[in-house]
């Protein structure tokens, strides 16, 4: 079993940033990352990260998204420069172990608003 916990949400004016994090506990984690789900509108892929360093983003947010990861903690973070209004979602922090098995945290709220 794997418990992530989210953090670093909050409202921020457009241009501006915020750093996510995600902790993971529990069960040896192959894969983390980040979804968002605007409202009425699907959840989405962010950008994920492997234990190894491989990476990927989704088109709307390279160059601007970045995620790095503290596989000594289990932890994974996501810093979100150059934020849009289109940016505003709720994001999941999301783990896969290392047998296949999918987590979600409970998500955090992203608003760019001015």
């Known amino acids: 079993q794997v418990q992530l916990v989210e953090s670093g949400g909050g409202l921020v004016q457009p241009g501006g940033s915020l750093r996510l994090s995600c902790a993971a506990s529990?069960?040896?984690?192959?894969?983390m990352g980040w979804y968002r789900q605007a409202p009425g509108k699907q959840r989405e892929l962010v950008t994920t990260?492997?234990?190894?360093?491989?990476?990927n983003y989704a088109d709307s947010v390279k160059g601007r998204f970045t995620i790095s990861r503290d596989n000594a903690k289990n932890t994974v973070y996501l810093q979100m420069n150059s934020l849009k209004p289109e940016d505003t979602a709720v994001y999941y922090c999301t783990a896969v172990s290392g047998v296949g098995r999918q987590y979600w945290g409970q998500g955090t709220q992203v608003t760019v608003s001015s």
């Open positions: 529990g069960s040896r984690i192959y894969l």
């Open positions: 990260v492997t234990s190894g360093g491989s990476t």
